[in-house]
């Protein structure tokens, strides 16, 4: 009879822990940095160019991220927030200290996430930067992301990044 309970308190425990646990987030996006790496690739005029891959990981618990589409007539007074919802402030080493880039520089990256409709959103993204010149030496990038109620996410930082190293005229 001992043995009997046992088994049945054995398989009840094992049954409870078959439950599905559902993986609850804020609202907020929220972003977590993973790697950066450089490749050379050919652009469509067959020009070397470096390309950097930002890989980072994003939940956002209400499921609202990504933009739709933006059509080919659409409003060019838009305001970026309704254009963009991915952005980088980009940051180069000068002498001794990173020094923040400003925008008029290009020191300021604008990207569209596409549209999900899924909750929780939980997953990997890879984000393609490209280089056709080097103009920096050594940088790092800190980003964001905004869903579409315009919660921002946290911000995040890469790991310091050597351009310096890269010879597009390499055949």
Known sequence: MKVIRITFW???MLLASCNEVTETYPDEPVVDYQTFGIYISEDALGNQVAIGRL????????????????????????????KYNFYLQLYDLQGYEFVKI????????????P?????????????DISYPLI?????????????RTFNHSNTDTT??????EIDLNEN
């Open 102 to 113: 400003s925008e008029s520089e290009g020191g300021i990256l604008k990207y569209r996430i």
């Open 135 to 147: 103009v920096h030496d050594t940088i790092f990038y800190t980003f964001y992301i905004m869903d």
């Open 55 to 82: 890989t980072f990981n994003f939940t956002d618990g209400d499921g609202n991220l990504g933009l739709p589409p933006l059509e080919e007539n659409s409003n060019p007074l838009l305001p970026d927030s309704m």
């Open 115 to 127: 549209f999900l409709n899924k909750q929780p959103t939980k997953g990997i993204m890879d984000l």
């Open 10 to 12: 054995i398989g009840l």
């Open 159 to 164: 790991d310091v990044i050597v351009l310096s």
